[in-house]
């Protein structure tokens, strides 16, 4: 369940934001937040004051001022992230969405939330409440209810960065010339000694083979030498 209120007022030089995050009109949902709820929840709120992007879990600026008065939650909030910034300078984000779960309900009338602790306030580009927009916007979400597509696009965000990080790590490592004492338990261990007995070639012979194999080759006589020749930690004993 989501909350959503309008920007009404902005402060391009101090990238500052005003207006309503949650107010007692009736939202999209059909479900309205009362007064005294959002009272109760603002001090566990402004311990952390943190102000996020579209309920993304990274934050992007921190809710400076907040009060409930006879309309409803109005906050001021500062935008310290340039990208979001943009954004809300650009009427990309409408307004503010409060976050977090319902603890209670009027009994009467299911639909009007009388508790609940407000985890986050973001800046979010559809309003939904009809009176909180920019100012702010109040959208409360319990987990369970969340959107799946969006879930799924927010840990694709997380995960996808990472598998790039390790993928160019990767990179960097198989770029890495071999030392040529590893090149030469490599070659030894899968090169055959020529007819006339003799020793293995030197290490720079070696390293030229090496570098004369298929990628696949290589990997597979350094995993064969790494076998053959394993390097155990000093003070350790062969068991």
């Known amino acids: ?29 059909g479900e309205t937040v009362t007064r005294d709820a959002l009272a109760a929840a603002l001090g566990d709120y402004m ?3 943190n102000i996020r992007e ?26 310290v992230d340039g990208d979001a910034w943009e954004k809300v300078a650009a009427g990309v984000y409408k307004g503010f969405s ?21 985890t986050e306030i973001s800046v979010v580009d559809r309003p939904a409440n009809p ?37 160019e790590r990767v990179e960097a490592i198989a770029r890495t010339p071999l030392p040529p004492a590893t090149a030469a338990r490599a070659f030894t261990a899968v090169s055959k000694r ?13 390293v030229a083979a090496l570098a004369r194999l298929m990628p696949e080759e290589r990997t597979l006589a350094l995993i064969k030498a790494a076998h053959a020749t394993p390097i155990m930690p000093r003070g350790r004993p062969i068991r």
């Open 131 to 167: 009176e909180a927009v920019f100012d702010c916007w109040k959208a409360a979400a319990a987990a369970p209810s969340a959107d799946p597509v969006q879930l799924a696009k927010s840990i694709l965000a997380d995960i996808v960065p990472r598998l790039d990080a390790l993928a």
């Open 47 to 49: 311990r952390f004051a």
């Open 1 to 29: 369940m989501r909350f959503y209120g309008t920007i009404t007022k902005i402060d391009g030089e101090a990238r500052m934001v005003w207006g309503y995050a949650s107010t007692e009109a009736q939202d999209e949902q």
């Open 98 to 118: 409060i976050g977090g779960r319902v603890i209670a309900r009027d009994p009467a009338d299911r639909s009007i939330i009388t508790g609940l602790a407000l």
């Open 194 to 206: 020529d007819d006339s007995g003799g020793g293995p070639a030197s290490p720079d012979d070696i």
């Open 54 to 79: 579209m309920h993304q879990p990274s934050a992007v600026g921190v809710a400076t001022e907040a009060s409930v008065d006879d309309r409803g939650l109005y906050l001021g909030a500062r935008i």
